[in-house]
């Protein structure tokens, strides 16, 4: 189980072949519902899952980004994923939202549809949460109400807003060129999440040095975050189309940061 390569392949059969519980992290999106073309290659969640938590380290997180097919109303096929999950052996630690500021899908009967999922899937308790940290509209010292008594009386308190607080769980994201990404070769690809996304999580639930995966990393933006995070990583992929995209993706990082 070589680490910092991309392997060309079926995921499931790959993994078989990894070492079990030495995943710290993985950061996915599976190609859910056959809503894009993917030179012909499909998936199925639950050996998919299955696989994914025999090689999850114990206290490991999985993060599982995916939507429903919106044809005369909602599939719910992402809340079908999250069943899988857990009968996999999986615990749903989150579900989270990954909103997209600037979405074009409109719907004529109905608001615009612009989130997809991302389940927090985890080996028992997480063992690494870095939390996110956002500032404050207001801060310092000021007098707040206390629950009333018996004798029903407001009794106040001096409280301290803190200055920064942990970020909510919908995390909002620009997609399209200079959103998701400046890689325009990524765009070869029918889906790609952007990489602000999977940076974000890579530095929620591991640390630098731990290993994280992507079993259908497509143009390789989780391992190219993991990279620039100074983590180890590994990708895998059906089509070799798309591992050579991945592969060139990795190369403008490396040289950005002095590797090669």
Same mark, same amino acid.
């Given at each position: 189980?070589?680490?910092?390569?991309?392997?060309v392949?079926?995921?499931?059969?790959?993994?078989?072949?990894?070492?079990?519980?030495?995943?710290?992290?993985?950061?996915?999106?599976?190609?859910?519902?056959?809503?894009?073309?993917y030179n012909?290659?499909?998936?199925?969640?639950?050996?998919?899952?299955?696989?994914?938590?025999q090689?999850?380290?114990?206290?490991?997180?999985?993060?599982?980004?995916?939507?429903?097919?919106?044809?005369?109303g909602?599939s719910?096929?992402?809340?079908?994923?999250?069943?899988?999950?857990?009968?996999?052996?999986?615990?749903?630690?989150?579900?989270?939202i990954?909103?997209k500021?600037?979405?074009?899908?409109?719907r004529?009967?109905?608001?615009?549809?612009?989130?997809?999922?991302?389940l927090?899937?985890?080996?028992?308790?997480?063992?690494?949460?870095?939390?996110?940290?956002?500032?404050?509209?207001?801060?310092?010292?000021?007098?707040?109400?206390?629950?009333k008594g018996?004798?029903?009386?407001?009794?106040?308190?001096?409280?301290?807003?803190?200055?920064?607080?942990t970020?909510?769980?919908?995390?909002?994201?620009?997609? #399209?060129? =200079?959103? &998701?990404? @400046?890689?325009?070769i990524?765009?070869?690809?029918?889906? /790609?999440?952007?990489?602000?996304?999977? $940076?974000?999580?890579?530095?929620?639930?591991?640390?630098?040095?731990?290993?994280?995966?992507?079993?259908?990393c #497509?143009? =390789?933006? &989780?391992? @190219?975050?993991?990279?620039?995070?100074?983590?180890?990583? /590994?990708?895998?992929?059906?089509?070799? $189309?798309?591992?050579?995209i991945?592969?060139?993706?990795?190369?403008?990082?490396k040289q950005n940061?002095?590797?090669?």
């Amino acid at each position: 189980m070589k680490t910092n390569r991309f392997y060309v392949g079926d995921a499931v059969s790959v993994m078989d072949s990894f070492v079990p519980n030495s995943i710290s992290l993985t950061v996915t999106s599976p190609p859910y519902e056959d809503l894009r073309r993917y030179n012909g290659y499909s998936f199925n969640a639950k050996s998919m899952l299955k696989a994914l938590f025999q090689v999850t380290r114990r206290g490991g997180v999985c993060v599982w980004i995916v939507g429903d097919r919106i044809n005369g109303g909602r599939s719910l096929e992402s809340y079908h994923h999250a069943f899988i999950g857990r009968e996999c052996g999986f615990v749903i630690h989150d579900v989270m939202i990954y909103q997209k500021k600037n979405t074009p899908f409109m719907r004529s009967n109905a608001y615009t549809n612009c989130y997809e999922l991302m389940l927090i899937f985890s080996k028992g308790k997480p063992t690494v949460f870095n939390p996110i940290k956002v500032s404050t509209k207001r801060n310092g010292w000021e007098t707040a109400v206390t629950n009333k008594g018996p004798e029903a009386i407001n009794y106040k308190r001096p409280v301290e807003l803190k200055k920064e607080k942990t970020k909510t769980n919908i995390w909002a994201y620009a997609v #399209g060129l =200079g959103g &998701t990404t @400046k890689d325009k070769i990524a765009f070869q690809h029918p889906a /790609i999440f952007p990489e602000k996304l999977a $940076e974000d999580h890579i530095l929620s639930w591991s640390n630098p040095g731990d290993l994280v995966l992507d079993p259908m990393c #497509g143009s =390789g933006t &989780t391992c @190219k975050m993991a990279e620039k995070n100074n983590r180890k990583w /590994i990708g895998i992929d059906i089509s070799e $189309e798309y591992i050579n995209i991945a592969r060139k993706r990795m190369n403008i990082i490396k040289q950005n940061v002095g590797l090669l």
